[in-house]
């Protein structure tokens, strides 16, 4: 950041702690993202231990990011609470219809606000951002239906003010890559289960750990279809890569492996909203 853009965002920072602090108390919903890690520091930088961090563990939310929870909370002096969610046993989740993120942010957040009463704590925020307002996010009903805070959306930050303020402030987020739970790699309609969501867990972490950065393995019943930044292809097409993906991946339990030419994007599973299988989804 040049020094005049600094100077804007850190009074734009300024007017965020101001809003929470206006709160008296808040439970952060934390995964470990970029956004909620950015949240919940501006939470502790402005009501101190009047902030808490509410962490969901379920099979959706691989155990690498309840590990960086955990540590950050830790290092930072953030209270958190950790609190089981098992979105398989909410009415028809496990079916993905279109409006799946409705019912787990619905069943999520009511776990947190009793949580929020029994602790005293006044408000409840999560961490979307202006950028979310563009894609398909049903998610954000369950937000406004329950009187979920939305600090980052309401003091009109972006991602990539997120991520300038996150480095600025030393913040190991900064440049971490997107993330969105394992349930989002799943087509509309297409069964979810625990079989399938550890395979895509396992699969995404393979990845990771060889020096992939930005990425989603989308399921398609048997089939893994690898979407990773096109900066990333020619590493990926490298033949002892390339085999090494396909044979551990069929290990996981996967049959067919594809790497998907368009390259990563949010929401890739939204570009079948208009067709006919995902009007006829439950």
């Known amino acids: 950041m040049n020094p005049e853009n600094t100077a804007d965002l850190l009074q734009k920072y300024d007017r965020l702690k101001a809003h929470l602090a206006s709160f008296g108390s808040v439970a952060v919903a934390f995964s470990s993202g970029v956004d909620s890690t950015f949240l919940l520091h501006a939470a502790k930088d402005a009501l101190g231990d009047k902030a808490i961090a509410v962490t969901a563990s379920s099979c959706s939310f691989p155990g690498r990011e309840l590990s960086e929870a955990k540590a950050f909370c830790e290092k930072e002096g953030v209270r958190q609470f950790i609190i089981e969610s098992n979105e398989l046993e909410i ?3 496990s079916r993905n219809p279109k409006n799946r993120c409705y019912l787990c942010k619905r069943e999520l957040f009511g776990k947190i606000k009793k949580l929020a009463n029994e602790q005293g704590i006044a ?9 979310d307002n563009g894609d398909y996010r049903p998610g954000l009903q369950a937000v406004a239906e329950l009187g979920i805070k939305s600090p980052l959306r309401e003091t009109g930050f972006t991602k990539q003010e997120i991520r300038d303020l996150s480095k600025h402030f030393g913040l190991p987020t900064w440049n971490k890559q997107s993330f969105a739970c394992l349930a989002s790699r799943f087509p509309y309609g297409d069964e979810i289960n625990e079989k399938k969501l550890g395979m895509v867990d396992k699969a995404e972490q393979l990845l990771l750990d060889m020096g992939f950065h930005q990425l989603r393995v989308r399921i398609h019943d048997s089939l893994a279809r690898i ?3 096109p900066d990333e292809f020619g590493k990926f097409m ?3 890569t390339r085999l090494e993906v396909n044979k551990r991946l069929k290990e996981f339990g996967f049959i067919y492996v594809t790497l998907d030419v368009t390259g990563y994007r949010t929401g890739s599973m939204n570009e079948t909203l208009g067709s006919s299988r995902s009007r006829q989804a439950p």
């Open 91 to 93: 009415e028809g989740f």
């Open 123 to 131: 408000e409840i925020a999560e961490g979307s951002n202006l950028d």
């Open 227 to 229: 979407e990773l930044s």
């Open 238 to 240: 490298e033949e002892r």
